[in-house]
T-cell receptor, first 111, second 113 residues
């Protein structure tokens, strides 16, 4: 099946700066790339997703970039706030098949 | 309001006991999942169900079995629980068309002593 690699595993940034999380995938047929945020003790929640017919998507301070040729996608959080501190998971999926998750990035935003 | 429920939320069992974790969704989603998540780690897929009585193994099915007799319910069963099955278990569901967003339940924290 698909393999999704996610880096870094831990990311510490200063409040107000940007944070970037990078993921790569192997299956060129993957066409759906969601990002989930999981706060301590909570369940993962979808925060943004991108499909293979797009290269960039932005929702407020969240930007997702997709490079299909390189099979890489990334999440960028601009102007980070303490409330952005959480575990973030990238994932890749082919149509309605299972979603393959990365191992997660622990984001710590320091005040 | 789309919702996935899990019962119980917390469970303590002794090694060798049977465990039943229940999941429900009110969205008529065809596909449902069981994951486990160990502290600080990612989500490991245990089983997928594509509809009633249509279940497939995920990446770590050993020691687990599932049952789906109604579309809205998906159960995870541990026959003779082991201490290394102590974990947080998440159920999730999604449609097979349109949006592929997975909706996660609140999780069940299982401790096997």
């Amino acid at each position: 099946g698909e393999q999704v690699e996610q880096l870094p595993s831990i990311l510490r940034v200063q409040e107000g700066s940007s944070a970037s999380i990078n993921c790569s995938y192997e299956d060129s047929a993957s066409n759906y790339f969601p990002w989930y945020k999981q706060e301590p003790g909570e369940n993962p929640k979808l925060i943004i997703d991108i499909r293979s017919n797009m290269e960039r998507k932005q929702i407020q301070e969240l930007i997702v970039l997709l490079d299909k040729k390189a099979k890489r996608f990334s999440l960028h959080i601009t102007d980070t706030q303490p409330g952005d501190s959480a575990m973030y998971f990238c994932a890749a999926s082919r149509s309605n098949n299972r979603i393959f998750f990365g191992d997660g990035t622990q984001l710590v935003v320091k005040p | 309001d789309m919702k996935v429920t899990q019962m119980p939320r917390y469970l303590i069992k002794r090694m060798g006991e049977n465990v039943l974790l229940e999941c429900g969704q009110d969205m008529s989603h065809e596909t449902m999942y069981w994951y486990r998540q160990d502290p600080g780690l990612g989500l490991q897929l245990i089983y997928i169900s594509y509809d009633v009585d249509s279940n497939s193994e995920g990446d770590i099915p050993k020691g687990y079995r599932v049952s789906r007799k109604k579309r809205e319910h998906f159960s995870l069963i541990l026959d003779s629980a082991k201490t290394n099955q102590t974990s947080v278990y998440f159920c999730a569901s999604n449609r097979d068309w349109g949006s592929y967003e997975q909706y996660f339940g609140p999780g069940t924290r299982l401790t096997v002593l």
